[in-house]
């Protein structure tokens, strides 16, 4: 199965894999540039791999939830490219790829509870509440979203559950972050290993609807107030 992935939740990050092997993959932590660096990355990564798009068993994009501006750079770069090779298009979760991480990697015990939470600005996290897979191979079982996503200060997360994510190192006083996946944010590869798992077992993926969670900042302009004396 050779899946193209793409998220643009936080930061910019490309990844092709072929089964579970990484085969090419980009990353770039700038916030502000995703539209600039996805489409010249994607293009690196396949050529560098030597596979065309038409070649691709699927497109994989994270659906957020992420700021605006740059959520909306990859799902248009990944809704376009599939429409152009003729690919189908799997949404994914960008939280389920820093839950497969921590939970693959055994840093959450096998059944238990635990937060992922990523950077929404405006001293705001986005967040979901997930359980460690209680059995099998290490990755072979994803974790379970019990609850979100959703977006609101750090202090209103449920208390007692270690997180995963960015989260942890921007509000260290209010959540209780897992060390190495403190400054975390989703990977592309992960992603990718998360649509591959679901597809293989049968099940079914999100489509590519946006999950921004609130209004964006940009907004448009009210009537112009009258001038008086």
Known sequence: MLLLALDTSAAATVALLDDDAVVGRFGSADTRSHAEVLAPAVQRVLADAGV?????????????????TGLRAGLVTARTLAFVWDVPLLGVLSLDALAFDAAASGAVPAGTGFLVGTDARRGEVYWAAYRAPSGGEDGAVLPELLDGPHVGAAASLPKGRPLAGRAASLYPDELDGLPAFATSDPDAASLARVARQRLLAGEALRDTAPLYLRESDAKVPGPRKRATA
């Not at 497109?59 to 700021?67: L, M, N, Q, S």
Request: proline share 12%.
């Open 52 to 68: 065309a798009g038409a070649d691709l068993d699927g497109i994989v994009a994270g659906v957020g939830p992420g700021p605006f």
